[in-house]
């Protein structure tokens, strides 16, 4: 019985570990290798380079907007032009 309660805490505190396990991933905006700054100033580079994923499509409009972030004004191109 002693041993079966012993076996039954170890498989838990495996269980344990590995569901609160910690990875030193990088953030998900970022390209792998990008470094990440501080927790306050974390800013990526502007362009699918320096995204973690491509994008589908990607224009000279999703890259003023881009280049533009966080500012409250729209990028001064337009996909009509």
């Known amino acids: 019985m ?6 039954a805490g170890a498989v838990g505190y495996g269980i344990y ?3 609160t396990r910690h990875h030193a991933a990088e953030p998900a ?5 990008e470094a ?7 800013v990526r580079t502007a362009g699918p380079k320096g995204m973690r994923s491509d ?3 990607w ?11 966080p500012a409250s004004d729209p990028p001064a191109v337009n996909r009509f032009t």
């Open 29 to 33: 905006a970022f390209a792998p290798g």
């Open 36 to 42: 990440a700054g501080t927790r306050t100033g974390q």
């Open 2 to 7: 002693l041993l079966k309660l012993a076996f």
């Open 55 to 57: 994008p589908p499509q």
């Open 59 to 69: 224009d000279r409009v999703d890259e003023a907007s881009d280049e533009s972030f």
């Open 17 to 19: 570990k590995y569901a």
